[in-house]
């Protein structure tokens, strides 16, 4: 009022605070033309209706604003589970395949990027497990390769660690499972101090003498990420050319042996007829010694023809029924000579009811004849001579004995050696 007095509007809202009422009170002036205040106009105004229209809509903007904030958190949180979802999802896949298991897919309930990234995973453990069969297959082939190849195979990291041994390499190097993973002595094979920066050093052969066999080692390096990681021992056992090939020079220094003395003969009888006047009793003396020694070189080279023949399956044996009896009677007539030279006594043991033989009658008479020539010459004079024959079954069975030196005991194992002799001595 004091306001409005001096010629000024005014106004105020005054709060009860006894019945809650707001009014706003409103004072203006009236002036005269002089511009003097001659009175004032005082207006009050009811606000509660207004107020309460404010409540009400206060009231109604606050639960449209809480029912939206959990309308916005509950598909908020369903929006972030069909997103968060799936990656875990994925994330569980993924750690069981990086266990080991492949056999993992996802569902996949979307056309989305979640979609395809699940789509993509599945693609992914299909092509995995492609190329993992793949690789079992080839690793099956190889692992039944090297368990069944005549060779034995080891791989050794460039640690000296044992990491593969097929069954042919742990027999040779006596192996066991418990091996593998542990450190191997390469000095067994021929093979120490590599130089794996080295890669010609790391391959190469080598021959090996071991446990009584011979073995050709050849070795050469296997590659990871391109660097030399260790190396791989092929173990190829050459015994038996070894042994072939050391029968092959005993062959040559025998059949050398056999062939020098009649050569040598046969040249001196021939160097003397041509040189020396002799007389006719004297050249037919000479002829028949050579004579002799020819037959003698050509006996060994029909035996070298015949063992020929064998080899290559081209001989045609001639099968017949022979009585067991005059087969041994006959061959021992025909050794009479050296028997009666050396004045050795022959006893026959044989059954009158013994089966007949069917044999090749050449080869029989060979086998048979060499057996008792030999029990001859290696028996000392007056020495005894057994031959006895039984039937057993429908075979027989002819066994030569004799009282004379014998062969000794580590020779024993050799008396089927093709061209084998005992030393003389």
Known sequence: ILQALQGKKAESLVENKNTSENTKHLLKPIMSPEGEVKGLIYEICDLQSVYNVLNYAKNILTSAIIFALVITLVLAYILAGSITRPIKD?????????????????????????????????????????TIDKMNIEKSKLNTIFDYMAEGVIAVNRNGILIHANPIAKRILN??????????????????????????????????DLNNNFYKVKFAPYKSEGLNSGIIVVLQDITKEHKLDLMRREFVA?????????????????????????????????????EKENQRMARLVSDLLQ????????????????????????NAESLEVLLNKKRQKLTLDIPKDINKMFVDRHGADQVFRNILANAINYTEDMGKIEVKARSLGANVTIEVKDN???????????IFDRFYRVEKS
């Open 307 to 330: 063992l020929s023949n064998m080899d290559y399956k081209q001989t045609n044996w001639k099968y017949e029924a022979l009585n067991t009896y005059d087969f041994i009677s006959e």
């Open 90 to 130: 994925l994330t569980l896949k993924a750690k069981e395949m990086a266990k080991g298991d492949f056999n993992q897919r996802v569902e996949v309930k979307s056309d989305d990027e979640i979609g395809k990234l699940g789509n993509t995973f599945n693609y992914l453990t299909d092509e995995l497990n492609l």
């Open 254 to 290: 025998n059949v050398s042996h056999e062939l020098k003395t009649p050569i040598t003969t046969i040249m001196s009888y021939t160097e003397t007829l041509l040189e020396v006047d002799l007389d006719e009793k004297g050249r037919k003396n000479f002829l028949k010694v050579i």
């Open 404 to 414: 004379g030196v014998g062969i000794a005991k580590e020779d024993l194992n050799r």
């Open 175 to 208: 192996l066991n499972d418990k091996s593998i993973g542990s450190p191997i002595d390469l000095i067994r094979v021929n093979i120490d101090k590599l130089d794996y920066s080295d890669y010609k050093s790391l391959r190469g052969e080598k021959n090996l």
